[in-house]
């Protein structure tokens, strides 16, 4: 049931700036404290050492979510990160509510937020991270997932397309059928 939590982070996901190659950020679903977040680290000097950053994940704007100010979530994970042409950090996020089958709260939602480091090369994120995706399941029906989403930036100066942010994801629906969505972001996630 719980254990071997807390011992183990697990797909992993790292991305090197490609204008300044000294400055790495990395991603993984961390169970260090219990179950799955979103985990970021980031270093300064090509890998030679990391230190930790915290993702803003716990809760979001709740407006989708039955018009709280704010939607809580259980878990977290599914990152990715990348960077832009300007120094910004990008990490992708998955966020869930496991359900009444696992914990007191019926709520199955799940979202897809972007968080972005400005200025801090992934030491700190924006709060709330933006929306790509989210879907409304506080009555813990259960039959729709969000799942598997990555991202990408488009890091080429010379590109038309510099600093678009481009997300793709898994959208397991309630007819059964698994669908594959992408969106793009031409201002910084925002």
């Given at each position: 049931?719980?254990?071997?939590?807390?011992?183990?982070?697990?797909?992993?996901?790292?991305?090197?700036?490609?204008?300044?190659?000294?400055?790495?950020?990395?991603?993984?679903?961390?169970?260090?404290?219990?179950?799955?977040?979103?985990?970021?680290a980031y270093s300064?000097?090509?890998?030679?050492?990391?230190?930790?950053?915290?993702?803003?994940?716990?809760?979001?704007?709740?407006?989708?979510?039955?018009?709280?100010?704010?939607?809580?979530?259980?878990?977290?994970?599914?990152?990715?990160?990348?960077?832009?042409?300007?120094?910004?950090?990008?990490?992708?996020?998955?966020?869930?509510n496991r359900g009444?089958?696992?914990?007191?709260?019926?709520?199955?939602?799940?979202?897809?937020?972007?968080?972005?480091?400005?200025?801090?090369?992934?030491?700190?994120?924006?709060?709330?991270?933006?929306?790509?995706?989210?879907?409304?399941?506080?009555?813990?029906?259960?039959?729709?997932?969000?799942?598997?989403?990555?991202?990408?930036?488009?890091?080429?100066?010379?590109?038309?397309?510099?600093?678009?942010?481009?997300?793709?994801?898994?959208?397991?629906?309630?007819?059964?059928?698994?669908?594959?969505?992408?969106?793009?972001?031409?201002?910084?996630?925002?």
């Amino acid at each position: 049931d719980l254990q071997g939590r807390g011992q183990a982070n697990n797909e992993t996901f790292v991305a090197q700036d490609r204008l300044h190659p000294n400055f790495l950020v990395a991603s993984d679903n961390d169970y260090v404290r219990g179950d799955g977040t979103c985990g970021a680290a980031y270093s300064l000097d090509r890998g030679r050492s990391w230190h930790d950053s915290t993702v803003p994940d716990a809760f979001t704007r709740g407006d989708l979510f039955g018009g709280k100010p704010r939607q809580y979530w259980q878990a977290g994970g599914d990152t990715s990160v990348a960077w832009d042409t300007k120094g910004n950090a990008y990490l992708m996020c998955q966020v869930f509510n496991r359900g009444a089958g696992v914990s007191p709260n019926q709520d199955q939602s799940s979202a897809f937020y972007v968080f972005r480091s400005t200025g801090s090369h992934g030491a700190s994120w924006n709060f709330p991270g933006r929306p790509v995706a989210e879907h409304n399941d506080v009555a813990g029906a259960g039959d729709f997932l969000l799942d598997k989403q990555l991202m990408t930036v488009d890091d080429h100066v010379g590109s038309p397309f510099r600093d678009r942010v481009y997300v793709t994801w898994t959208q397991f629906a309630e007819d059964g059928t698994g669908y594959i969505y992408a969106a793009h972001s031409a201002d910084y996630a925002e």
